[in-house]
């Protein structure tokens, strides 16, 4: 089918019962190639919104077909590669911009394969540690440290969590291509994100400083043999390249936001018809879903990797503290490298999804409050008001499928439960004798 930027109408879809939005039960489809060209623009520019023409875009095919964009796939898509290795994302593309999640697919069945390989690898790293956990006669410190091992073996969750969620997933890619077909549409141009390059960056350095991080934490820690380090490294560069994806799925949304607002500032220069503010009104309610769904797409992954960092952070921190009294030695290298990557990784999830939430919402509604309203004509004025009133209606935040808000409150939340724990951790340390006989004598005293 030809599809044309320019020339939108929409067909009524059955809605998802579980995202319903009444102006948003839509989905563009085009008209003709001729309806394009002959179209009629009221402001003296090549566009409806008061841009003027720029270089031809690429979404144009030969003959005047318009091939989907996908421009923000193709920009995160180095991050995209590194997960699906890691047998993450196991959807299928049968063509640009077409995002689809099949279990009968060879990107599933290399999914399936790889988690049995690790699992069976990983069984064997955590009976060797079960066995060193079971015979530790030390004190009470060392023994929570050598459950730090076997905690970092939780990460080997997130590939069966993220099956479930990659069809969300899907569905978030294609309602982004969506959105970029009616921006196009509206603005007369493509997005332009310019996100390549930190993908790229992301993409090469994460799982370098991933794998540096744990063969420090290993070498200076414990004896281990080269052997058992790969699935922790495997591990470790799964959880932080899930951050990485999270890190571009807010600055897309980030840098959108802005671009929007700065569209519409410059359309509102040129010419303020109503039709144009309500073209991007409905620009915006699609750029604040999108934001919500980013939070909906993989809430069961992203909670489990929040606790995650969080039971790691407090154990690591806890087995510094501990070694106070002794002074800092060489395995102490370890927990603090861990302790500070964790709690980097925990505070930029929850810095970058607040920083999109402000620009989603409240940078664009400043932007809307700058607006002025004394040349235009009283449609456009209600247009604006109604616009307002949109943003305050429609939430942006980045939320986890309801159970919490990803922003610095969270960050906040967290550091102050986990002083909590630590206080209760070293008062029990403290309570117990770092000599073992001192505590059968004060059993027998209390006997007697």
């Known amino acids: 089918m030809s599809i044309f930027p320019d020339t939108l109408r929409y067909i009524e879809v059955e809605p998802d019962p579980k995202t319903r939005a009444v102006f948003l039960d839509a989905k563009p489809a085009y008209l003709d190639h001729q309806q394009h060209q002959n179209r009629q623009t009221t402001n003296g520019f090549g566009n409806r919104v008061g841009f003027a023409e720029g270089p031809p875009s690429e979404a144009f095919g030969d003959g ?46 290399y999914s399936v394969v790889f988690l049995v390989v690790l699992t069976i690898y990983v069984a064997f790293i955590m009976i060797s540690r079960i066995d060193i956990v079971r015979t530790l006669e030390g004190r009470f410190e060392e023994a929570v440290i050598a459950y730090l091992f076997i905690v970092n073996i939780l990460p080997l969750i997130i590939i069966p969590l993220m099956w479930y969620e990659t069809r969300k997933v899907s569905n978030l890619l294609n309602n982004w291509v969506d959105f970029e077909v009616l921006y196009q549409k509206t603005a007369g141009r493509e997005l332009a994100l310019n996100l390549k390059s930190k993908s790229l960056l992301i993409a090469v350095l994460l799982p370098i400083l991933s794998c540096a991080s744990v063969i420090i934490t290993h070498v200076t820690m414990v004896e281990f043999q080269l052997v058992q380090i790969v699935p922790y490294c495997i591990l470790d560069t799964l959880t932080y390249m899930m951050g990485g994806y999270w890190y571009l799925a807010c600055e897309t949304l980030s840098t959108t936001a802005n671009v929007l607002a700065e569209d519409f500032q410059m359309a509102l220069r040129h010419v303020g018809p109503a039709a144009m503010v309500s073209e991007y009104r409905s620009l915006w309610l699609r750029l604040s879903k999108l934001a919500r769904d980013t939070g909906f797409s993989t809430c069961y992954t992203f909670t489990f990797i929040c606790l995650y960092l969080f039971f790691i ?16 030695g060489i395995k102490d290298i370890g927990l603090a490298v861990t302790a500070f990557c964790s709690i980097g990784l925990l505070f930029f999830i929850c810095d970058e999804a607040h920083y999109a939430s402000f620009n989603v919402r409240t940078n ?85």
């Open 64 to 109: 005047g077909v318009v091939i989907k964009s996908d421009i923000i796939y193709d920009s995160s898509k180095p991050v995209y590669n590194v997960l699906r290795l890691l047998g993450v994302f196991p959807f299928v593309r049968p063509n640009a911009g077409m995002t689809m999640f099949a279990c009968a697919s060879p990107a599933m069945a």
């Open 313 to 328: 952070i407090t154990l690591s921190i806890y087995g510094l503290m501990s070694q106070i009294s002794e002074g800092f």
């Open 364 to 448: 664009f509604q400043k932007k809307l409050l700058m607006v002025e309203l004394t040349w235009m004509n009283s449609d456009a004025q209600t247009e604006i008001n109604m616009f307002l009133r949109a943003t305050e209606m429609n939430p942006s935040s980045i939320n986890l499928g309801g159970f919490f808000d990803v922003n610095r409150t969270l960050f906040k939340s967290l550091l102050a439960t986990m002083v909590t724990y630590l206080v209760v951790l070293l008062q029990f340390q403290i309570s117990i004798p770092d000599d073992p006989t001192a505590m059968l004598k004060q059993n027998s005293t209390a006997a007697h």
